[in-house]
């Protein structure tokens, strides 16, 4: 069957995360390529859970992968969790088995470490030499009474197994690359080659669209549907997910740089990460980079995703949430950024919902993540901070006379502030320019050494709104807590 058949009759994708650890970006990306394109067919989107590892699947990853899809927007149509569909893997294992397609192995561990050793000197692509496939009755009984617990494995047909996919092409497949695999383990539990094409089966999936690390999982998965008779889902292996120095994204090598739930906390936003994902791999035009969800949708087509490799370039996705944090208005803003205050301890019950809105309009487009407003404006909340030494050193100076030059600064600016008949901006910038524009003083000067008196650091929003936004009183105690320092 042809794609343009197989789209024209109901479209139904899949993604199958195991909830082993938190939802990866190439996850995240795999789900939104199987959501853009069932929305897109007006199709079905099914998250299936692959637990069939009892030992390593918890679900408090399972729960975590809920939230990150959510969170993203990726809400999908039906929902299975393998564990809960042992009876009917066991039911096609059996026919399997007496269809003569799969065997019962009673292989050792020490046996098998044996066999791949073999294997290596011989420098055979087989780790696994078939001794079971053809056991006599009466080893049969004799493995048994020793107690040993078999594994179930799958006859590899000795045929080209042909692979044809959407994004790589077609090839065919040397058998003798392939080995007798174990489709359940000897505890019973059937693997993830098996329960993969049983439920694309029985869910009646129509494209398989997943990275290209499933690629050698392709022919085995194949070879198990032709043998139980299913008809063959559409295969689309979209690209690996790399790091900028070519190596695979992966948990083990970066940590939790890879962690949806990492970028949701950092304040990031949801929009701008569907952007990010969705471009990993996949474009529309040498132009576009800016895409909304509904443009996605629109837009989005597995003939355009490449076959090699995409970078995961961090710096693309702060810019790409600057520019989304910079498209929601001021009270918007206040909303995303209040529970990082609140995180820092930073906000009481007292504070207005007015005044913390103009701290945010003061801080303007300094957003890359909503994170960053802690940097930005911890200083409003407390006047518990450190002078930043390299600010200090290059704007209090390190010599006497550079000191006294930024006492008297600061000592005149306090005056000056003290007498002004109104504390608003016009107000203050207007006595400010006037005392160092008739003393000849910076500009530059002035400002720094009261913004490091004020705030502790060198940079921030506007001087003159951060004074007013903190109020003369708090500016002039602060001024005296520098000067003490000075």
């Not at 077609?170 to 489709?183: A, G, K, Q, Y």
């Not at 398989?208 to 050698?216: D, K, P, Q, S």
């Not at 392709?218 to 139980?228: H, S």
Request: proline share 3%; hydrophobic share 35%.
């Amino acid at each position: 069957m042809n794609e343009s058949q197989k789209t024209d009759e109901q479209v139904r994708v899949r993604m199958a995360p195991s909830p082993t650890g938190f939802l990866h970006v190439g996850g995240a990306r795999t789900a939104l390529f199987n959501w853009l394109f069932a929305r897109q067919h007006n199709g079905t989107f099914i998250l299936r859970i692959d637990d069939t590892d009892a030992a390593r699947s918890t679900d408090a990853s399972m729960q975590e992968i809920f939230d990150a899809l959510k969170w993203l927007g990726i809400n999908w149509d039906e929902k299975y969790v393998q564990s809960e569909r042992r009876n009917i893997y066991d039911r096609y294992v059996s026919q399997l088995l007496d269809s003569g397609h799969a065997y019962y192995c009673y292989c050792t561990q020490e046996e098998l470490e044996e066999i791949r050793t073999e294997s290596r000197k011989a420098k055979s692509t087989r780790s696994y030499d078939g001794r079971c496939r053809e056991l006599s009755s009466d080893m049969v009984e004799r493995y048994v009474s020793e107690g040993r617990k078999p594994t179930v494995r799958i006859k590899i047909p000795d045929r080209q197994i042909r692979v044809d996919d959407m994004i790589l092409g077609s090839r065919n497949i040397d058998p003798l690359t392939l080995e007798d695999e174990v489709i359940v383990r000897s505890n019973g539990m059937p693997n993830y080659n098996l329960t993969s094409i049983v439920d694309d089966a029985e869910m009646q999936i129509t494209h398989v669209i997943r990275g290209t690390e499933h690629l050698n999982n392709t022919p085995k998965q194949i070879v198990i549907a032709t043998a139980l008779g299913f008809n063959l889902p559409l295969f689309a292996h979209i690209p690996l997910v790399l790091d900028d120095t070519g190596r695979k994204l992966s948990k083990r090598h970066h940590g939790d740089l890879v962690a949806v739930n990492r970028y949701r906390e950092q304040g990031y936003l949801p929009e701008a990460m569907l952007n990010f994902v969705a471009r990993l791999g996949w474009s529309y035009d040498d132009k576009q980079e800016i895409f909304s969800v509904d443009e996605l949708v629109e837009k989005f087509d597995l003939a355009r995703v490449g076959k090699s490799g995409s970078v995961f370039d961090i710096k693309k996705l702060e810019w790409l949430n600057s520019h989304y944090i910079n498209q929601l208005d001021v009270s918007a803003r206040t909303d995303a950024v209040i529970p990082f205050w609140q995180q820092e301890g930073l906000l009481d019950a007292t504070e207005e919902r007015d005044w913390l809105e103009r701290i945010v309009d003061a801080v303007g487009e300094r957003l890359t993540t909503f994170q960053d407003i802690i940097p930005q404006t911890r200083y409003f909340f407390t006047d518990d901070y450190e002078y930043e030494p390299k600010a200090v050193k290059k704007w209090w100076g390190s010599s006497d006379e550079k000191k006294q030059s930024a006492r008297e600064i600061l000592t005149n600016l306090q005056q000056i502030l003290t007498d002004i008949p109104t504390f608003d901006l016009e107000t203050v910038e207007s006595a400010v320019w006037k005392y160092t524009d008739e003393n000849d003083i910076k500009r530059v000067a002035a400002m720094q050494a009261m913004r490091i008196a004020l705030t502790g650091t060198s940079f921030g929003p506007s001087l003159f709104d951060i004074v007013v936004l903190l109020g003369k009183d708090e500016v002039l105690k602060r001024i005296d807590k520098a000067l003490a320092n000075l």
